[in-house]
């Protein structure tokens, strides 16, 4: 069981980073060593096998808040002005509330990840505060081509926009985090050595994890798979094409995230936020084409929604109507069987009747050819003249 170094201080780790940045490495790790990541977690899928480490519900409050908002997951425009205020965030705010009174209270520490934390860490931070936690936060970081090509390949989203959502969840994640005590986890070095990084990581946070038994090192081992590793930045950014001031801002903000715990201070990194001012102002430029964007992706992913939530009703529907055409068919069935007995039967009917003809005309021919008939026909004469 993992221990806090103050007995009474209640603590929650806070995993903050892009998509595809590791944060699942990182979550699965802390999780494995002791870290209490919710009872409700996300299951793995073909793009992330070994599991999320996401609060399943947790998750769906941060994706309907953002849609509240009018954003989503790869929007790259800032947050609307106030949007911590609005009643949607106070919704999402009192159902995270209840979520952490129900699975968390008797916890001395606990965690969470969602990439979603990098854009709306500010909405936990009352609900942390009113409980006495300390939030401590994980920065996960990757290189950004490397997040950018592994969107690409998941997502089909086109590298330029995958960088600038890199670059707008770095952003958020890191102002926001400023306050507290964090460590940034760079991905490589996860992959490479999780022991190390493990013991780094709990050192710059002041947790004590005791040592882990041996079979849950072995978890470990098993869990951090390298070869899950597709996207390597072996090439620069601007080779794949990618607008220099793109490039320059995204390797700018890169490198000094990366160096956060060694020599980099919040007045660096406001310079270089300076330089890359001109992000801020493109996107207001493109806020338009990007709301259309997102407005259309909301009613795409709504209408998608509304196709699974129905698809029981719908499958009722298929069944009734497949029922009721095997039904017609066996009604149909039945009556091509009887009408063709009937015909049949008519056909016999039709022979017999053209055998009766056939003999009554036979017999009248026979009667006509009779001696009787031809002795007898003077008679037939008489009588028809005095008739």
């Known amino acids: 069981m993992t ?21 699942s490495a990182t979550a699965g790790v802390l999780h494995y060593a002791g870290i209490d990541f919710g009872n409700r977690l996300l299951p793995g899928r073909a793009d992330n096998p070994k ?34 205020e609005s009643e949607a965030a106070h919704k999402a705010s009192a159902r995270l509330e209840d979520i952490v009174d129900r699975e968390f209270s008797g916890m001395q520490i606990w965690g969470l990840k969602d990439p979603r934390l990098s854009r709306l860490f500010p909405l936990w931070l009352p609900i942390l505060k009113k409980r006495t936690i300390a939030p401590l936060v994980v920065l996960a970081l990757r290189h950004p081509l490397e997040v950018a090509q592994s969107l690409h390949r998941r997502d089909k989203i086109g590298l330029s926009h995958a960088l600038a959502v890199w670059l707008r969840y770095t952003l958020d994640a890191e102002r926001s985090s400023r306050e507290f005590p964090r460590v940034v986890q760079y991905y490589p070095r996860l992959i490479n050595d999780w022991r190390a990084e493990l013991e780094r990581l709990s050192r710059a946070l002041e947790l004590k994890i005791p040592e882990l038994p041996a079979a849950s090192q072995i978890r470990i ?40 715990d060694e020599s980099t201070t919040s007045q660096s990194l406001n310079d270089a936020y300076r330089s890359i001012s001109n992000f801020e102002r493109t996107l207001v430029h493109y806020s338009e ?12 992913e709504k209408t998608i929604e509304w196709f699974k ?31 063709r007995r009937e015909i049949e039967h008519a056909n016999a009917d039709i022979r017999n009747l053209d055998a009766d003809i056939r003999n009554r005309d036979r017999t009248i021919r026979e009667l006509y050819n009779s001696t009787s008939w031809k002795i007898t026909a003077p008679l037939r004469i008489v009588k028809k003249l005095f008739s």
């Open 3 to 23: 221990e806090n170094d103050s007995a009474g201080s209640r603590k929650a780790v806070f995993v903050l980073g892009m998509h595809r940045s590791g944060t």
């Open 51 to 84: 599991g999320f480490f996401e609060h399943e519900e947790i998750w769906e409050i941060h994706e309907t808040l953002l849609n509240d908002l009018g954003s989503c997951w790869d929007d790259i425009r800032p947050l609307p002005a106030g949007w911590l």
């Open 221 to 260: 081992d098993s869990f951090i798979d390298k070869d899950l590793r597709h996207e390597k930045s072996y090439q620069q950014i601007a080779d794949y094409g990618i607008s220099d001031n793109l490039s320059d801002w995204c390797l700018s903000v890169y490198k000094h995230v990366n160096n956060l």
């Open 289 to 300: 084409f990007s709301g259309v964007y997102v407005k259309l992706k909301l009613e795409y």
């Open 309 to 339: 939530d129905n698809r029981e009703s719908q499958n009722s529907e298929i069944k009734r109507l497949n029922a009721l055409n095997q039904e017609i068919s066996k009604k149909k069935n039945y009556e091509i069987i009887r009408l």
